[in-house]
């Protein structure tokens, strides 16, 4: 289902140990990665999202990892012995510093918590410094295409996505950007540009997820103009922002970029 398109990077498999960890919100823990081999690393903002290896053993190795990501190299880990491959799975960088406060470079990823459920989430809750990691880039899902406005749409999972594309956005962008959470309090600062409008969405009624988000699409008082649309998350939202505009708004396809991160009825997000 995603349509968000894969960039292999040079910068292959790129090594990181643990910096600190930190909740940032009920809901979500931010973990900072530092190491002089991030220097290697090529930052491009947005939503860059890479492929991100974590330990589940003392004895987890790294060293017979490829690369790359690709459909060979995924199908050349699942035969390392799973006694020692670590975890991997896809975040979104959040920040990035090329200096950190000892001088190496530090990316930052947040994690979706729900207590126990899911991998990334007890990980980044329980993880201590000094773990080591490794990372794969995969590059940005954000398309520019030119538009008169942009409508981003997210649940928690994909709030470091929308929030790293308000980021970087150019300051004169005008638009909407919708994101669901699970607690109000679970809203972020965010750098957006003045003419988006950022929507925070709790769910504090036991709404199904997605529900929210696409109701308030539905009510926007759309405007004139041409839209350039993001929307990822939980697999329904994601793609029903895409019919709801290519079907019902007339939004070209090329217009709108999606991806689902997570499917409801299986595990939550982290």
Request: hydrophobic fraction near 40%; charged fraction near 25%; aromatic fraction near 8%.
């Amino acid at each position: 289902m995603p349509q968000i398109a894969v960039t292999h990077a040079p910068s292959g498999l790129v090594h990181a140990s643990v910096v600190r960890a930190e909740r940032v919100t009920p809901h979500m823990v931010r973990v900072t990665l530092g190491g002089e081999d991030l220097r290697r690393f090529e930052y491009r903002g947005f939503d860059q999202w890479v492929r991100l290896a974590v330990p589940v053993r003392d004895d987890t190795r790294f060293d017979n990892m490829s690369d790359r990501f690709d459909t060979r190299a995924y199908l050349r880990f699942l035969t390392l012995p799973k006694a020692t491959r670590p975890v991997i799975r896809s975040y979104t960088i959040r920040d990035h510093r090329p200096d950190g406060p000892d001088g190496t470079p530090e990316v930052d990823i947040d994690f979706v918590c729900h207590g126990p459920v899911g991998v990334g989430g007890p990980w980044a809750e329980a993880v201590q410094p000094g773990v080591d990691v490794a990372l794969i880039d995969q590059g940005c899902g954000w398309v520019h295409v030119p538009a008169d406005r942009v409508l981003l749409v997210a649940d928690e999972s994909g709030l470091p996505a929308i929030a790293g594309i308000l980021r970087d956005l150019p300051r004169d962008t005008v638009g909407d950007a919708f994101v669901e959470l699970i607690d109000a309090a679970d809203a972020q600062p965010v750098d957006a540009p003045d003419g988006v409008t950022v929507h925070w969405l709790p769910r504090t009624g036991g709404e199904p997820v997605g529900d929210l988000a696409l109701a308030a699409l539905r009510a926007l008082a759309w405007p004139d103009g041409t839209v350039a649309a993001f929307a990822v998350g939980e697999s329904r939202l994601a793609t029903g922002t895409r019919r709801f505009l290519v079907d019902e708004r007339g939004v070209p396809k090329s217009h709108v970029t999606f991806c689902g991160y997570w499917k409801a009825g299986t595990r939550a997000p982290s």
